[in-house]
């Protein structure tokens, strides 16, 4: 799951780096020649636009923000403070160590160290956090004071994450197999908040299953591409009537549909698939409708498929789509 990052910045070198690489955002042909070829291909990826909010830590005294930084993953969220609020914040979009780049952005400390463990960040935000206000959502004292650069525990992270609602669909963190398990096991269940978080588990795993790490992606029943952010994993077959083997088959018994109604016409049952791939409209929506209309312009005619999902679309013609 996603981590929150505190990263004080109250002294000189931070504002001025704040100002000049947040604000500012890097242009990576400016500085192509100290960037590794697959670290500059990786950023064109996510930024297609070639520039991107940069950031970094030294390495600390005896390596002590190293450590720290080997924690922090993609789809974490940085959080900037100084005096008393938390004014800034940025989703960790991919990291990297590079000490030429680091000394070329910020030069170098009083202790002759630079910001060489750096991160390429999306999703800037300003904020006016109090730290009253953050102290009593993570539960520290009232009086904490944010200090030292800090990846924070889960379930602080969690706490923060979820009062805010800063959770990231477009940078998700890498899901291990043990994390994916939890979610699966224990999906099913009271809409609460750790029932939430297991969802948002299941969801980041597909993506990457269906996507890897392309910001973008094509939904599978209009083709039309999206940016990840706005395709969601949808389920063939209902996930509550799944066995716990098929939960697991996340790259058949998952698609990705767009948000802009493929996701919902699905769900509902009002478009189904085939066993040859045709895409079935259903008899209750008439094709003067506003909704029959949006169908027969975006939906495709017809899909590949592959025979490992066959049963599954199967399933959803049998029991969800209307006819």
């Not at 400016?30 to 970094?56: K, Q």
Request: with cysteine; aromatic share 10%.
């Amino acid at each position: 799951m996603a981590h929150v990052i505190l990263q004080p910045s109250a002294n000189q070198d931070a504002r001025d780096h704040y100002r000049d690489t947040i604000e500012a955002p890097v242009a990576f042909r400016d500085y192509a020649h100290l960037i590794a070829p697959e670290t500059l291909y990786s950023l064109g990826e996510i930024f297609p636009d070639g520039v991107a909010p940069m950031w970094g830590v030294t390495p600390g005294v005896n390596g002590v923000n190293v450590r720290k930084y080997e924690r922090a993953s993609i789809g974490d969220l940085v959080l900037f403070a100084a005096h008393g609020r938390i004014f800034g914040s940025g989703t960790v979009a991919a990291k990297f160590r590079n000490r030429d780049l680091a000394a070329q952005l910020w030069n170098f400390d009083s202790k002759g160290m630079t910001w060489e463990y750096m991160y390429a960040l999306d999703e800037i935000r300003t904020l006016d956090i109090p730290y009253a206000d953050f102290n009593r959502v993570v539960g520290y004292k009232e009086n904490n004071v944010i200090q030292g650069f800090t990846v924070m525990d889960s379930e602080r992270s969690e706490s923060f994450l979820d009062a805010f609602g800063f959770w990231s669909e477009r940078h998700e963190p890498p899901v291990t197999e043990e994390i994916l398990e939890d979610a699966l096991i224990n999906l099913d269940g009271p809409l609460d908040t750790r029932v939430q978080t297991w969802a948002r588990t299941e969801q980041s795993r597909a993506r990457r299953v269906h996507l890897g790490d392309r910001p973008v992606g094509d939904c599978r029943l209009c083709g039309r591409t999206f940016p990840r952010e706005f395709l969601v994993a949808a389920h063939k077959k209902k996930r509550s009537r799944c066995s716990d083997d098929e939960k697991r088959d996340i790259a058949n018994v998952t698609m990705m549909c767009c948000v802009f109604g493929c996701d919902a016409l699905y769900e509902r049952g009002y478009v189904g698939v085939s066993e040859s791939g045709e895409i079935l409209r259903s008899s209750r929506i008439t094709s003067e409708s506003a909704l029959g209309q949006a169908i027969g312009q975006y939906v495709l005619p017809r899909i590949s498929l592959d025979p490992r999902e066959a049963d599954y679309f199967a399933w959803h013609l049998k029991n969800t789509y209307v006819r």
